[in-house]
């Protein structure tokens, strides 16, 4: 059924469909053989943006990938390429993608969704959208458990299980990192903190501030980085 499609799809005849170069069928068959085996990454043309979800284009398909402001606000515009690592989620009555910009960002989502009880896909989802995943290493390394509850559908016991249960792999296997744009100290932290009861939405706050930590440097001081964010 599969080859008899394709025949007729990619005759040269107008009147059987659109034709398709050698190209594209190879294309194609890549795409229908992605739906039988579980996807690593993807790479393709970024066709649309949407405020939790992208569509990348291969072949003439259309991948629909959902994934976190954090993510989303670095992207390139559309009809760039653009690559994203995946996380499959498979159930009864759902096919979902997840994508993520480092392999390191899509195994974290993995772990929150496998080690804290009540924390699916979704809730996941907007916990990375509310921080970037080295201000949520750095709030769940430091027990901030405030923070945490700044994001959408975390309460307080769900935020005192999440650092329970991923405390010990921040500290280990998903250490805070030490380069530019990390977590680097308290100021960070306390300068979110600042701005989130000024008003400012914790996406905005920890935009705002990670900018602030690329533009002024590692060792900015919280009271630097919220009137670099209050100029911004």
């Not at 009147?15 to 393709?44: H, P, T």
């Not at 903190?193 to 900018?211: C, F, M, Q, W």
Request: aromatic share 8%; glycine share 8%; proline share 3%.
């Amino acid at each position: 059924m599969m080859q008899k499609f394709l025949i007729l799809e990619t005759s040269s005849n107008p009147k059987n469909g659109r034709s398709y170069s050698f190209g594209q069928i190879i294309d194609l068959w890549v795409g229908f053989l992605c739906m039988a085996f579980m996807l690593s990454y993807i790479e393709g043309t970024l066709v649309e943006v949407g405020l939790l979800h992208v569509i990348i284009g291969i072949g003439g398909l259309g991948y629909h990938i959902n994934a976190p402001l954090t993510v989303i606000e670095k992207l390139p515009k559309v009809g760039n390429v653009t690559k994203l690592y995946l996380s499959e989620i498979i159930r009864e009555d759902q096919h979902d993608l997840y994508g993520f910009l480092s392999k390191n960002d899509r195994d974290f989502f993995e772990l929150m969704i496998a080690r804290v009880s009540g924390i699916g896909p979704k809730i996941a989802l907007n916990i990375m959208s509310r921080l970037s995943v080295n201000t949520l290493k750095s709030a769940i390394f430091s027990r901030d458990t405030e923070l945490l509850k700044k994001c959408h559908g975390i309460g307080k016991k769900t935020a005192e299980r999440i650092v329970i249960e991923l405390g010990d792999k921040v500290d280990s296997a998903f250490p805070v990192t030490q380069t530019s744009g990390a977590i680097p100290s308290d100021a960070v932290q306390d300068a979110i903190h600042a701005l989130i009861s000024l008003g400012y939405k914790p996406t905005e706050a920890d935009k705002h501030v990670r900018n602030g930590l690329a533009k002024i440097g590692e060792s900015a001081s919280s009271e630097e980085l919220i009137k670099y964010a209050l100029k911004s």
